[in-house]
């Protein structure tokens, strides 16, 4: 069983700077991709960042310049440095991870795993 836990979340000011991380544990034999999204009030889930197993990042548009995503592999951890933060940026912050699995000598996957998610509450 492989979990994503994120967390980090909470209010923060306009203008705010939070890095939530999102561990990754069990019987992971290979970290792939990690990704960011997020959930806006009354929107759809949107693909925030991703970066490869090498470390190659990519930032959607809405949080380019702002948002850095990074990760620690002996941590098996993705961060997100969000900087310049904007009321709009106000959304639930979901991290997945994709992984290859090694149980009783197998491996198996990619397979991708969801966190629960950590709300992000911009506001004065």
């Known amino acids: 069983q492989v979990q994503s836990v994120e967390s980090g979340g909470g209010l923060v000011q306009p203008g705010g700077s939070p890095r939530p991380p999102c561990a990754a544990s069990?019987?992971?034999?290979?970290?792939?991709?990690m990704y960011w999204y997020r959930q806006g009030p009354g929107k759809e889930r949107e693909l925030v960042a991703t970066?490869?197993?090498?470390?190659?990042?990519n930032h959607a548009d809405p949080v380019k310049g702002r948002f850095t995503i990074s990760r620690d592999n002996a941590k098996k951890t993705v961060y997100l440095q969000m900087n310049s933060l904007k009321p709009e940026d106000t959304a639930v912050y979901y991290c997945?991870?994709?992984?290859?699995?090694?149980?009783?000598?197998?491996?198996?996957?990619?397979?991708?795993?969801w966190g629960q998610g950590t709300q992000v509450t911009v506001s004065s």
């Open positions: 997945n991870a994709h992984a290859l699995t090694l149980r009783t000598g197998v491996v198996s996957g990619p397979y991708a795993y």
């Open positions: 069990g019987n992971i034999f290979r970290l792939n991709d």
């Open positions: 970066i490869t197993s090498g470390g190659s990042p």
